[in-house]
């Protein structure tokens, strides 16, 4: 059976491209017109993964996002936001609404075709385990084992751990760090994650070299990648 993939997207012309791209690959596409549709043919279809537009007609497609991460049967759909030209903002906020990935108009069909594979192929990794790599995630006692002993981590360090690892391979912004880490009204600025995150790499590493599995994503900020056993399969 072919994979059904949700596509909410008000511009009939992009909405047309996107469907014919997807099909041709191998894909069914169930197209919606409205935020409203869109979270009634994804409970009917029970889509693989969703294709978000952000601003549509009657609402922001961000708010979907968020709406569905709240909600367990929805909680890990693959989620592909498309942001309007130039709309960084919309990049960090779709982000924080829990999409799994973003992409900014005009985009080439390919493109987004390549990242909905690649969208459905993580979803399909086994999730276990939060922490991987032999890292052991121990939030009642606010440390990270690797190996069965304890990191020796600061609590800044510990906090943006957790949440990397919490995020499962998800981007989080260095804005969200900071709000998680440091709180709400501090005045730390992104530098800070960024050197904070430095030292914690340092740590993990002198723990083990399989036991770093940060990911930078410039100008986005960080991810939880684990490292391969072995050579993935590339194509
Ligand atoms: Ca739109």
Redesign the pocket.
């Known amino acids: 059976m072919r994979p059904k993939i949700l596509l909410l997207?008000?511009?009939s012309a992009i909405a047309g491209t996107v469907a014919f791209a997807l099909e041709r690959e191998g894909f069914a596409v169930v197209h919606a017109l409205l935020l409203r549709d869109a979270d009634r043919q994804a409970r009917r279809e029970r889509p693989a993964a969703a294709i978000l537009?952000?601003?549509?007609p009657d609402g922001n497609g961000l708010d979907l996002c968020r709406c569905w991460r709240a909600d367990p049967s929805f909680a890990t759909l693959p989620t592909l936001m498309l942001t309007?030209r130039g709309e960084e903002i919309d990049r960090v906020l779709g982000l924080e609404a829990g999409a799994d990935d973003y992409l900014s108009k005009p985009f080439s069909p390919r493109e987004l075709v390549a990242r909905v594979r690649a969208l459905l192929r993580r979803a399909t990794m086994p999730k276990a385990a939060p922490a991987t790599d032999g890292l052991l995630l121990d939030e009642a006692g606010h440390r990270v084992l690797f190996a069965g002993q304890a990191l020796p981590l600061t609590r800044l360090e510990y906090r943006l751990l957790r949440d990397l690892l919490l995020a499962r391979g998800r981007i989080l912004s260095r804005e969200a760090l900071l709000q998680s880490a440091w709180g709400a009204d501090s005045e730390a600025a992104d530098r800070t994650v960024d050197t904070h995150i430095k030292t914690l790499r340092a740590k993990l590493r002198d723990a083990g070299p399989a036991a770093d599995g940060i990911a930078t994503h410039r100008g986005v900020g960080y991810a939880w990648a684990p490292v391969s056993p072995g050579p993935l399969p590339t194509d």
């Open positions: 997207e008000d511009d537009d952000v601003g549509l309007a």
